[in-house]
């Protein structure tokens, strides 16, 4: 396949399972993530891996994190947002640490993770992975973010999730070109 053909074919998938990346595939997705366009090599990102255990342990703090944002939770909700890390094989947090920059405002730090993260998906899907960027209530959770040992200045991108594609049915949104893009002569 042309690169053009990847590029143009990868699609996002909501059912992953077992197994996960090897440790080779995830070599080459970071290497792929840490070449994003980065004004003034900040190098503003961060990406921790979650798997096995870890997962459970990721799904306990997102309970404990809702929980100290006040909401009182039902044993299902408890339930459904403990397993919530549980959709794949292996869950990555993406993360932002904002620089206080002369010329690099925060929104381009952002953007920067935006594109490190889609570079991610990328190698992914060049690799046969499937893949789910996701966020939620919970990936702007301050709470969890202390318990994730952020740094003071950190934010959360998203959760990539990555596994083995089981077959998402969803289908791709219809779109016109023109309806996005303007040309000027
Ligand atoms: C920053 C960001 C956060 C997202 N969060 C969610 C989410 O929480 N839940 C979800 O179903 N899709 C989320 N999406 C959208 C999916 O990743 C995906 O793009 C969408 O389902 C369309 O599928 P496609 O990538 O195959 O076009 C998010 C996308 C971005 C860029």
């Not at 404990?64 to 094989?89: C, D, F, H, V, Y």
């Amino acid at each position: 396949m042309q690169p053009i053909d990847l590029l143009l074919s990868r699609k996002s998938h909501n059912k992953l399972k077992s197994p996960g990346p090897t440790s080779e595939q995830l070599d080459v997705m970071f290497q792929a993530a840490l070449r994003a366009p980065d004004h003034a090599m900040l190098r503003p990102w961060r990406y921790r891996i979650f798997e096995k255990q870890a997962l459970e342990d990721l799904g306990d703090k997102f309970v404990r994190a809702t929980q100290l944002s006040g909401q009182e939770l039902s044993p299902e909700k408890i339930e459904k947002i403990r397993s919530k890390p549980l959709r794949a094989p292996m869950l990555i947090v993406a993360s932002v640490v904002l620089q206080e920059h002369p010329k690099v405002p925060h929104i381009e730090q952002i953007l920067s993770a935006g594109a490190s993260v889609q570079n991610l998906l990328m190698a992914a899907h060049f690799q046969g992975v499937g893949a789910m960027w996701r966020t939620g209530d919970i990936a702007f959770n301050d709470h969890l973010m202390k318990l994730l040992d952020f740094e003071e200045d950190e934010i959360i991108a998203g959760f990539v999730y990555l596994g083995t594609e089981e077959g998402d049915k969803r289908k791709v949104k219809p779109f016109s070109i023109s309806d996005f893009v303007t040309r000027f002569e």
